[in-house]
């Protein structure tokens, strides 16, 4: 039988969903006001950001969606007080190739270490092989951001390449990984 | 000082619009060619549609994180092929990629030479830290060229392409400044 009773978009403690373009770009512009989460989350320079650049950023990031269908973009809310916590994306999805790279973060501080990470991933691995068909998936991830290192193991993730040297932050070099996880692998996991 | 633009086989130049818009237009004829460069479905692009580009870089100029390159042989004065490379100028990293267009013009050593060229112009002239390029397992000349020139292999992304209904690797390769330093410096002796 086809399951189709199991929740994509919920897991025990957190609910994946749209954009608040009323409420959300405050939230967010607070997680930008710490350069920690920042530099986690991107190699582009970090700079904190106000609610009316978040706001432009949710306006071109829709357009994105609806243009190129090749994004997926959910914000990841408690279910308990749908509290926003976080934001999970499905990218540069390559359809002929089945193809697509993760990318998952977790706003504030306060909320690391809770699990948050590793239900938020579950659920997005789920849209990306059982709904969106997807026959591998990628995630991008700096030597030194060894919680992301961490989780992705947790998944089964393979580290397929180390780009040795390929960024620089305070002052010297760090590799850029690129890990992947393939359909097979998954399944077998979520099975076993 | 070295020249930037002339290595043994052919020199980096570039082409008037019109003549870079003729070109591509016969060499994306070859299937084969556009599934070298790239892992998207091949396409086939109009005379205007290529014209429109190439102008609109003409005009625009290149952008500080853009260089593009059109390659001629030294011998016959040629045009064969380009050479792009996209700068991240914050961690200061360069990616290049690169087409001969004539099959007549593969396994001449040409993209060897335009690699050496590359890597000359990417760590003297641009002062990057890092040089990456990507390919496709189904490219075993591409591989053997890109080892010769010091780019050593950091890895496979697997089976993240599809080919004629099977599933191939992408292959990713970089090379850092010291070492292309130290072959310069084994070279000179």
Redesign the interface.
Not at chain 2, 90 to 93: L, S, Y
Not at chain 2, 154 to 162: N, Q, Y
């Given at each position: 039988m086809l399951d189709i009773q199991t929740q994509l978009f919920e897991s025990q403690d957190l609910r994946l969903g749209p954009i608040d373009h009323e409420k959300d770009p405050e939230i967010e512009s607070k997680w930008t006001h710490s350069s920690e989460f920042m530099r986690l989350m991107d190699t582009e320079p970090a700079r904190p950001l106000s609610a009316a650049v978040i706001k432009k950023q949710y306006e071109k990031l829709e357009k994105r969606v609806e243009e190129n269908k090749n994004l997926f973009h959910f914000m990841v809310r408690l279910k308990a007080d749908d509290r926003l916590i976080g934001k999970a994306t499905i990218q540069w999805i390559e359809w002929t190739n089945g193809n697509a790279f993760l990318r998952l973060g977790i706003g504030l501080a306060d909320d690391w270490r809770k699990g948050y990470g590793t239900q938020a991933l579950k659920l997005l691995l789920r849209i990306a092989f059982a709904e969106l068909n997807l026959f591998r998936v990628s995630a991008i991830v700096p030597e030194y951001n060894q919680a992301a290192v961490a989780l992705l193991h947790k998944f089964g993730f393979v580290q397929e390449v180390c780009r040795r040297s390929a960024l620089e932050r305070d002052g010297r070099r760090w590799d850029l990984y690129v890990f992947g996880l393939l359909r097979d692998e998954w399944q077998n996991r979520s099975t076993g | 000082m070295k020249d930037l633009f002339r290595g043994e086989l052919v020199r980096f130049t570039l082409e008037e619009p019109e003549t870079s818009t003729k070109a591509a237009i016969l060499w994306q004829r070859d299937s084969e060619f556009q599934r070298l460069l790239d892992?998207?479905?091949v396409q086939s692009n109009s005379e205007k549609k290529f014209r429109e580009g190439f102008e609109k870089e003409a005009e625009n100029g290149f952008k500080p994180e853009r260089c593009g390159f059109s390659v001629r042989t030294l011998a016959e004065d040629r045009f064969i092929g380009f050479l792009s490379i996209w700068l991240?100028l914050?961690?200061?990293?360069a990616w290049v990629g690169l087409g001969i267009g004539a099959r007549e013009d593969w396994s001449k050593g040409y993209g060897t030479d335009m690699l050496k060229l590359c890597q000359q112009y990417v760590f003297s002239e641009l002062s990057m830290?890092?040089l990456?390029l990507g390919l496709f397992e189904y490219n075993p000349r591409a591989l053997r060229s890109y080892e010769k020139c010091g780019f050593?292999l950091?890895?496979?992304?697997?089976?993240?392409?599809?080919r004629e209904g099977k599933?191939v690797d992408s292959l990713?390769m970089?090379i850092?400044r010291e070492e292309w330093l130290q072959m310069q410096e084994g070279e000179g002796k």
């Open positions: - | 892992n998207n479905p991240d914050i961690h200061r990293e830290k890092r990456s050593r950091e890895g496979r992304t697997r089976m993240d392409t599809m599933r990713w970089g850092l």
